[in-house]
């Protein structure tokens, strides 16, 4: 259904889920005004965010005085509500089917095995100055290698996208997690082309969003880099 209503985001852009949802309003053209949390400043735990989400985590939506959390269901929220490229969130059974069941898979493996690399190589030496874990790190990696291997084997096949023919809300996800290693200067598709392509297929699908969602990382990157 059309509406005009201004949605509120509240993110952080070092987060994964919260670029996803930044990249779908900035390509999807709806009307949106964003609010930062810096959760590496504890902002999430100011009384008036904990009033807006008590469980103190972005991304979070506020549109009208309906407020959303959790990524997932926003992104199929945003689609359903504005008037979003039916591609995104599809509307025929069997392939929305297959977007719930990369979203459902998600959680558990893709955003966890990504974001346990970044936290072991970059947060936690960071906030505690202390060196990184190689053994937790190699136990990370290992597990990633085998999310890597499910996403070519049982989502992209011989097909260009991980639900189809066009990008989804599924390649969105993946993509900003798997984007997020980078921050430690780690690209975790070397070696394997089939993801190599894709990413660059959803970051030609997306165009500039994708880059401007993912600048904050970048400059964690490149900051890191200047250490070295």
């Known amino acids: 259904m059309a509406t005009s209503r201004v949605v509120n985001l509240y993110l952080d852009l070092l987060s994964q889920p919260c670029r996803a949802v930044h990249i779908l309003v900035n390509v999807a053209d709806i009307p949106h005004r964003v609010h930062t949390v810096a959760l590496r400043k504890g902002e999430q735990q100011s009384a008036h965010f904990t009033d807006i989400n008590p469980v103190q985590k972005v991304p979070v939506i506020e549109v009208d005085g ?3 959390t959790e990524s997932a269901a926003i992104l199929k929220y945003l689609c359903s509500k504005y008037e979003v490229a039916e591609h995104w969130y ?3 059974p069997e392939r929305r089917a297959r977007v719930e069941e990369y979203t459902a898979w998600h959680h558990t493996n893709t955003r966890a095995h990504a974001a346990k690399v970044f936290l072991l190589e970059v947060l936690i030496p960071t906030r505690t100055a202390s060196g990184v874990d190689q053994a ?3 136990r990370a990696l290992s597990q990633l290698d085998a999310t890597l291997d499910l996403l070519e ?3 992209l096949r011989r097909q260009p996208f991980l639900c189809g ?3 989804t809300l599924a390649d969105l996800l993946a ?3 798997l984007m997020q290693p980078v921050g430690g200067g780690r690209d975790v598709l070397q070696g394997r082309p089939q993801l190599r392509r894709w990413m660059t297929r959803v970051q030609s699908a997306l165009g500039h969003a994708f880059h401007e969602a993912h ?11 200047a250490k070295l």
């Open 153 to 155: 084997s049982m989502f």
């Open 165 to 167: 023919d066009d990008i």
């Open 90 to 92: 599809p509307r025929q």
């Open 215 to 225: 600048a904050v990382l970048y400059a964690v990157r490149d900051r890191r880099r």
């Open 175 to 177: 993509a900003c997690e």
């Open 66 to 68: 309906f407020v959303l």
């Open 136 to 138: 937790l790190l190699s």
